[in-house]
């Protein structure tokens, strides 16, 4: 049997002589990452590839193939679609549908005023309240947030960023009202506040404090509800901002080990807090890159954990993710063609291993989504889970001379920017100095300029425009606000004062005096003090954190 022509006598002869012929495309032929591959890969890329370094089994370190030995012949990702909109009342109702239509776990979003730690009826309030979230400003907004659901029996995901403490020992005081057992709850909060200072902008306190609360979930969360992940480390918000695939992949890695020594420095025990600590990245357009980038964060997150911070449970070295498609990929022209974009997305975060799965709607560029389009969005990644085959086995793509040498170059290019991000003292100190905001901008402005000049083509954008069918979208009734500052008001009039006194008082010492904060956070909203009062709590000890003008 011959051997095969080097690859670089190929591309010398055969390849050149084609290109006389038909000359390459005039696009962008590199990842969105800038990575550029070549026209060919053969085993000559891998020749020093080691299979139990680079991959291993499915559940077995590094976890490049997943974390769990049977993968999705077992167990399929959790299909979690984002639903909160208007009042307690009309999410609850969306969840139910959802949950009616096939929907395997609750994610909450929150309106504007909430994420940022307002009540509804507080001035800078008006006219955001269920706007781009559900309206949760007390324990009576939660229980009826998740009235008539089984707390034990599903898993709920929050995404809540400096309030997290808050809205999350609301979501326990609703759950031991109800009789639910704290140990039998599952569910995730983000609570990742670094990834607000560096992208989403969404902060209430200065950086070192709003660690400080992140970590007391840490402390807390193994030894009274040790079933939740507290913490979902997010690079979704960050590549939403404009970063790349490499830059997303890094600066989530380096947020979760900036965590993970805080965590450390206040004594934690790794292998009692790292398990419970989650992931959320972004699935956009470039196919293999975004397949490659969950491997490599698996990978690199194994490698760290167990080499450079000790861990000792596999447990602690098993990256999990939840995935949710590009937001920011979604046009408002033609939206309709939007379905496909996120099919495909989909479909890489699933041959990526995620073990937990968001489908954003076609109409997402326009409004929140409405009912039907949600659910399109459910049976999208249906379709993939039962009608693709791509379940059968664990990493299919595994072996593919590209995907293993596009995984090797991202884990490569991630490393070396949490390099650097550690010479500058972590994640803090990059966030002090700037790092991060020029970074992202730097790489949001090639994207566009090379999306202006025709070289990065989105179809209903700078190519193939036409005027696209109409689609419905969903409008917050403006009588959202007044019911909503009328259950407050209510609130206030019927808790009892002396107890909210004593429980606001409590959590201003425990703040003040450098205490685990989460018991005081459970009492006050036990007592239905509201999140606008616990957070000026804080906000009197700690202080606001304004943003440095950087010139």
């Known amino acids: 049997m011959s051997q095969p022509r080097p690859k670089h006598a190929w591309m010398r002869e055969t390849y050149q002589k084609s290109l006389q012929k038909m000359p390459e495309r005039k696009v962008a032929h590199k990842t969105l990452s800038d990575i550029a591959p070549e026209p060919l890969y053969t085993p000559e890329d891998l020749k020093d590839f080691n299979y139990e370094e680079k991959l291993g089994h499915p559940g077995e370190y590094p976890y490049t193939r997943g974390v769990y030995g049977s993968m999705y012949r077992s167990r399929l990702w959790t299909m979690r679609m984002f639903a909160g909109f208007g009042t307690a009342e009309q999410t609850n109702e969306r ?66 960023n400096s309030p997290a403490n808050a809205i999350w020992a609301m979501y326990l005081a609703a759950a031991q009202k109800k009789g639910y057992r704290w140990e039998k709850l599952g569910g995730t909060i983000q609570n990742d506040i670094l990834k607000e200072f560096i992208a989403q902008k969404e902060f209430i306190f200065p950086p070192e404090p709003s660690v400080k609360l992140v970590i007391d979930t840490f402390e807390w969360g193994p030894k009274h509800v040790p079933k939740w992940n507290f913490i979902s480390v997010s690079g979704y918000h960050i590549r939403e901002a404009g970063s790349t695939a490499v830059q997303e992949l890094a600066f989530t890695l380096a947020d979760g080990f900036e965590y993970v020594e805080w965590a450390l420095k206040r004594g934690l025990d790794i292998d ?56 920011v990929s979604l046009t408002a022209q033609q939206p309709l063609i939007n379905i496909s974009r996120v099919a495909i997305q989909a479909l890489a975060a699933v041959l990526g291993g995620t073990n937990s799965l968001h489908t954003d709607a076609h109409d997402e560029a326009l409004a929140l989504p409405t009912e039907e389009s949600a659910k399109i969005a459910l049976r999208t990644q249906q379709i993939i889970a039962y009608e693709s085959g791509v379940t059968h086995t664990a990493d299919p793509l595994a072996g593919s001379y590209y995907v293993e040498w596009l995984t090797d170059q991202m884990e490569a290019q991630a490393m070396q920017i949490i390099s650097d991000i550690r010479r500058m003292g972590g994640v803090v100190r990059a966030i002090d100095e700037g790092y991060f905001l020029r970074e992202i901008a730097d790489a949001s402005y090639r994207f566009q300029q090379e999306v202006e000049r025709g070289e990065r083509i989105i179809v209903g954008v700078n190519a193939f425009q036409d005027e696209g069918l109409q689609v419905p979208i969903q409008l917050i009734d403006p009588a959202v606000e007044q019911v909503q500052n009328q259950r407050l008001a209510q609130v206030r009039r019927e808790r009892d004062p002396i107890a909210v006194q004593m429980a606001l008082e409590g959590l201003r010492q425990a703040a003040k005096e450098g205490r685990n904060t989460m018991p005081y956070f459970v009492e006050c909203a036990l007592a239905y003090c509201t999140l606008g009062e616990m957070m000026d709590e804080l906000r009197a000890v700690y202080g606001v954190y304004e943003e440095p003008v950087l010139v």
């Not at 309206?135 to 809540?160: C, K, P």
């Not at 972004?282 to 997150?301: G, P, T």
């Not at 911070?309 to 949710?324: D, P, V």
């Open 272 to 327: 009692e807090f790292a398990p419970r600590i989650s992931f959320f990245f972004n699935a956009h357009n470039d196919f293999f890159e975004e397949i490659c980038k969950f491997r490599a964060a698996r990978r690199i997150w194994a490698k760290e954990m167990r080499h450079r911070y000790g861990a000792k449970k596999e447990l602690s070295w098993m990256l999990r993710t939840h995935a949710q498609t590009a937001g």
């Open 95 to 160: 969840f139910k549908k959802l949950m009616a239509a096939g929907q395997m776990g609750l994610s909450t979003a929150f309106d504007l005023p909430t994420l940022m730690g307002y009540d509804s009826d507080h001035p800078l309030s008006k006219g955001e309240v269920g706007k781009c979230g559900v309206a949760v400003s007390s324990l009576a907004d939660m229980e009826i947030l998740f009235e008539g659901i089984n707390l034990e029996e599903v898993t709920t995901s929050m995404t809540i």
